[in-house]
């Protein structure tokens, strides 16, 4: 620090993503990417654009790719925004929605990213318990001082929070936003896009980077109300006015259209997921019953943190929190059924050594 | 307007980005871009890429680009800072460097994005007019109490400022950051960064959107103190780990390992900027001396809005701001030496018209 920082700048306490190591071989089961990749459409709908016009600046409005996501999701391409990444748009919210002095509300055990924009642009906020059982209790967010904020999913517990419930915590907070960061909602049942139409104070935040296999191109996008949207565009146009890059508008527009390959996929990393849970079950883990593309899990002697190290040392990197009261959890992404099976394969080993 | 908006999005004043017209045959030299592609090398690591891992994250450091950038610019990678295009960089350097209640300044004529980024995140500025003949007036800008920005050269007047000057403007405000914005500094003859070893308060900010032809990736860049370059981190780390995508990063290290290119290409937009000066000289326009990819030039007759808009009718665009003192201005981006000749030849008929 020096006396050069800001008082944002020293008060910020940032975000550690998931280890990336460099390594030829490794099983990567840490930071919830799609084991499988793109669609090979998206790949050549990029490289038709590389060599064109890269020298001029990409479309500011990307109303190209609004069109063909409200189109997806049936709402008008006003209801919708698109950011660098669905941590970008979580960053927008934070600073269109909430205020300091307004105290906001989310789980104690959920992404991690969300004290971090609260910390940075000075929100209060207060973390709701998750019950023993790792559910949300619905009526702790009812009629919050400032706004909601949760995944749907949850992570990284991987539960899933019905529609009902959903509708409730919105219908309790008329005069606030509830923003559902729906980052992992493909692996699950229903969205609460369709909510979207019913409630202007409801914002809906979704990415590509798991689901659609584009991590590495940085997509996110909302879906809301016009006037919320709005807000969005309010706060990019005061941040930067062209976020998504032309090959990333290429690519992603092309995902949504593929939606095929989206079903196969998508359908794929359930199967193999609800085929690990099994057999993690069998060798006396307990796991939640997911909703994502990824398991959240105890064992009943083995401790997490054992396991977590042990892996590493066979260059298996699963994610490990260490903090209560999820210190014995590991959380696990869904790879390939290869990749599972070797997973499975060393615990199996590590647990009986 | 909703009563859901924060404070930030109802006093935001957003930023309006030159027009993007989607129509075949246009000539455009209205947002500076560069009329020549990128490096075909660049093409081929882009392609090389796009086939590979999109489906992981990008490197949350950049380490890879910002070691190439370091050493093409004889500092080292904790020396440099990447971003999402420039833009998204000064957004960062506002937040990590400038607070609410110290007053800012930079020049009344120049970057509009510099009162966006102040009036959303509250930081109190104060605009330095230029001189008669658009010059800066150095010491204005002494003892600043909460820092100081300006391009160099400046937009829109093209303007190159010397380098002992900018050394006297950090001189004067050791207290604060001075943060030179040097978009179009290529275009120029000596850029600040040598001064960045000197002094532990000055950030350079560069773009590869200009000379190195990639405004549709979307790459920024700093150089300056290791400490501040930790503060900008630190803002990046609480707004979005992964701003830069996997395509953009493989892209822009190869647009700077590609010198002969970069040389080649920035030499052309020179030589052909000088012959369109001399040119629109001899047809009775008074043009500023560039040291940037445009020219900001005004008539001795010809009113500048009406030669925007008879231009705009032929589907020439060039960029008319409309306000004081540069209501009689036009800026012209430098396009081929064949565009600037069918610039030159409308140009010629709607003044002798």
């Known amino acids: 620090m020096t006396k050069f920082w800001s008082e944002m700048a020293k008060r910020a306490e940032p975000y550690v993503p998931g280890e990336q190591i460099n390594k030829e071989n ?6 919830n990417e799609n084991p499988y990749p793109p669609s090979p459409h998206v790949i050549t709908a990029i490289t038709n654009e590389v060599g064109n016009n890269l020298r001029l600046y990409p479309s500011p409005t990307m109303e190209g790719l609004r069109t063909t996501i409200a189109a997806y999701y049936n709402v008008t391409k006003e209801n919708v925004f698109v950011g660098n990444g669905s941590d ?5 919210s934070f600073m269109g929605f909430f205020d300091p002095g307004k105290t906001i509300l989310f789980p104690d055990i959920t992404y991690s990213f969300y004290p971090v924009y609260a910390q940075v642009f000075d929100i209060a906020y207060k973390t709701i318990p998750l019950q023993a059982d790792f559910t949300m209790d619905v009526e702790a967010f009812f009629n919050s001082e400032g706004g909601v904020i949760f995944p ?30 729906e980052a992992y909602i493909d ?6 896009v369709s909510l979207t139409k019913k409630y202007d104070n409801l914002l809906v935040i979704q990415t590509m980077s798991k689901s659609r296999a584009l991590a590495g191109l940085r997509i996110g996008f909302v879906i809301g109300n016009e006037e919320l949207i709005a807000a969005l565009i309010r706060m990019k146009d005061s941040f930067n006015s062209y976020p998504v890059d032309r090959l990333a508008l290429a690519g992603a527009t092309t995902a949504i259209q593929d ?7 998508t ?10 849970r099994q057999t993690l079950t069998s ?6 019953p997911s909703a994502a593309n990824f398991v959240f899990a105890t064992h009943e002697t083995m401790p997490a943190k054992a396991l977590y190290e042990q ?13 209560e009261p999820i210190e014995n959890y590991v959380r696990i992404s869904i790879g390939t059924d290869e990749e599972m099976d070797m997973f499975i394969e060393a615990v199996t080993e590590i647990i009986e050594r």
Chains 1, 2 share one sequence.
């Not at 060798?283 to 939640?288: A, C, D, I, S």
């Open 187 to 192: 692996f699950a049942t229903e969205s609460a």
């Open 283 to 288: 060798l006396g883990f307990h796991v939640l």
């Open 152 to 181: 749907n999913p949850n992570a990284p517990t991987s539960l899933y929070l019905g529609l009902d419930d959903i509708e409730a915590i919105v219908e309790h907070n008329e005069d606030n936003i509830v923003v559902v960061d």
């Open 311 to 323: 892996l590493r040392e066979r260059d298996i990197l699963i994610r490990y929190f260490g903090t």
């Open 267 to 276: 359908q794929k990393i359930i199967t193999t997921r609800e085929r690990t």
């Open 259 to 265: 939606d095929d390959y989206f079903q196969w996929t």
């Open 88 to 92: 970008e748009v979580l960053a927008f």
């Open 26 to 31: 490794i099983i990567k089961l840490n930071t």
